[in-house]
């Protein structure tokens, strides 16, 4: 009896791309961060991560124009051009020019290792290594090139010749699977160290795992369906640059300084200094052990220091009983110097932030 053919299984937009193995996942935040620190200080942004393709990036938040998609692959030492035929890499990433609500900028492959173009005498096709951090594919041997138009035509029943591939980049990325990670801090640290020369080690990583967090937490949310609507995606899966700026702020608001800058800066008297030390020591046991009714003091503490500026010839311990007062309904537990300290911390943050 004559087998039946299995029919192969047509090619569908990939609204969940994305490998299940938790090494890639994990390694798609870490990209996502390493995007975010290359973009941060010049263009606007929203990553979403684990919908449209493994990482998308929109040119702005809200009613963005432009998007480019990205596909991440975690193989370290070699990929060569012929198997990311063979496993349908690109028919699935060219799939999001069918859609026209926004402008495809970039169509990206994503990978830790080079892209090599074996030659083939057979074919005409020349040896190529693709290790730049950004190769786009029109700088592929252009007998590969039509090979390749030919596998997403055949893919999509679309003719090769109107075929584009001028969207298409290879980009070689700095993590790797065993230390995506700490290359991901290291590189956030050293964007933080440049734009905010004062903040601390401990705020810099504070600020870090609370990106990742927000990250992850967007990426394993599962409750859209492939035609949720961009307002829908963008609430429940998108990270803005306006996110991850009011992180780094909130952070770098309630670090607390040393406490030689806060009695420096607070002018207390050092006869009594051990009294200040010690509501020091209990600012920083509450940061410790990340008190929230700490953090909404600091932020009220913020908020009314914004408003209400120290005025001329006022000191600063007057300063921080002026703003106990203003800020009203402050828990009792936290006496007039604890309010002195987080006072004098905002009032040394803002200094930094503002000295960057």
């Known amino acids: 009896m004559e087998k039946r053919k299995r029919k192969p299984k047509a090619i569908t937009e990939d609204t969940k791309s994305g490998s299940l193995a938790y090494n890639r996942l994990e390694m798609q935040v870490s990209q996502a961060i390493h995007m975010a620190v290359e973009m941060h200080q010049e263009l606007d942004y929203l990553l979403v991560l684990d919908h449209y393709d493994d990482i998308s990036i929109f040119d702005k938040e ?22 990311v035929v063979r ?9 999001h020019l069918k859609n026209e609500t926004w402008n495809v900028k970039e169509l990206g ?6 892209l090599k173009v074996n030659a083939s005498q057979k074919d005409g096709i020349k040896e190529q290594t693709l290790s730049r951090e950004k190769t786009p594919f029109g700088e592929i041997d252009s007998v590969m090139q039509r090979k390749i138009r030919e596998d997403i035509g055949e893919a999509l029943s679309i003719p090769a010749d109107n075929v584009d591939l001028s969207k298409f980049v290879h980009m070689r990325t700095i993590l790797t699977i065993a230390e995506h990670r700490n290359m991901a801090e290291q590189n956030l640290n050293e964007f933080l160290y440049k734009a905010y020369p004062h903040i601390s080690l401990d705020t810099a990583k504070t600020i870090f795992n609370t990106l990742v967090e927000l990250l992850s937490q967007k990426q394993r949310y599962e409750g859209l369906s492939d035609d949720s609507d961009y307002e829908t995606v963008r609430k429940n899966k998108g990270v803005s640059k306006n996110d991850i700026t009011r992180i780094i702020n909130s952070a770098i608001m309630v670090s607390i300084p040393t406490f030689d800058e806060v009695a420096q800066w607070s002018g207390y008297q050092d006869s009594e200094a051990h009294e200040l030390s010690f509501a020091y020591l209990q ?20 908020a009314f220091i914004l408003a209400n500026p ?3 010839g006022e000191n600063i311990v007057d300063y921080a009983k002026r703003v106990r007062r203003g800020i009203g309904n402050v828990p009792p537990i936290y006496s007039e110097l604890y309010m002195l300290v987080v006072v004098t911390s905002v009032m040394i943050n803002h200094w930094r932030r503002d000295n960057a």
């Open 62 to 83: 809200d009613s963005p124009a432009v998007v480019s998609y990205y596909q991440l692959k975690s193989k370290e030492d070699l990929i060569v051009i012929d198997s």
């Open 109 to 114: 492959l994503v990978t830790p290792c080079v």
């Open 310 to 312: 120290l005025q001329d």
């Open 283 to 302: 600012v920083v046991t509450d940061d410790q052990r990340k008190n929230s009714i700490q953090r909404t003091l600091f932020q009220k503490t913020d």
């Open 87 to 95: 496993k349908k890499w690109l028919p699935k990433l060219y799939l």
